[in-house]
């Protein structure tokens, strides 16, 4: 049976340095962070072409942000499921050069389970919107509060997230979602599973 995280060469050929990779973490908060933004994705990183040709993804993940190789990534997703997409107009050699700087810079942070887009550690949407900002001035995603997201999900789970909070929910703080990155007019789709 084929693994359904496998690419085809033809699509491993077609992907790109600063191609977005959208996966489903299956661990119970990055089901909940999907449940709350009524979307099917949880976590995100940046994809790179190395020169040999291998593909690895940067990404923000407990406990720090780290190098995984695409085929690893796309494995930790629930059912296989995942999207790659890419900037309009994608980018040239200094652009993802610049990325890719912006990218090693954040290496070794640690992660932050708190989701606090203004402390000094990462976790992954803010991992992209953060290298994406500093590197080519672009904003990938929709940095909120906790209670514009919550506000726009009724039926989101207030109930995991006050536990997970320790009983006070942080309605003030700034965040970015995996969902606003996925969403973002920005990028076009180049593939998905399913589509």
Not at 1 to 14: D, G, I, P, V, Y
Not at 155 to 168: H, S, T, V
Request: one cysteine or more; proline letters at 5%.
């Amino acid at each position: 049976m084929k693994n359904k995280n496998l690419l085809a060469e033809s699509e491993r050929a077609a992907l790109q340095s600063g191609d977005v990779v959208f996966i489903s973490v299956r661990s119970p908060v990055y089901r909940q962070i999907a449940a709350t933004c009524r979307s099917w994705d949880s976590h995100v990183g940046i994809l790179f072409r190395e020169a040999d040709g291998r593909l690895r993804v940067a990404e923000s993940r407990v406990p720090f942000c780290s190098w995984t190789t695409l085929d690893k990534f796309l494995a930790r997703s629930v059912q296989g499921r995942f999207a790659i997409r890419r900037l309009h107009g994608g980018l040239d050699a200094a652009q993802a050069a610049r990325l890719r700087a912006a990218a090693e810079r954040r290496m070794g942070r640690w992660y932050h389970l708190g989701f606090d887009f203004d402390a000094p550690r990462e976790f992954c949407s803010k991992f992209v919107y953060g290298v994406y900002r500093e590197a080519l001035g672009i904003e990938i995603g929709e940095v909120e509060t906790f209670r514009e997201l919550l506000a726009r999900n009724p039926e989101a789970p207030l109930g995991f997230w006050r536990l997970w909070f320790f009983g006070r929910i942080p309605w003030q703080r700034r965040t970015v979602t995996p969902t606003s990155q996925l969403r973002s007019p920005r990028l076009r789709t180049m593939l998905a599973l399913p589509d």
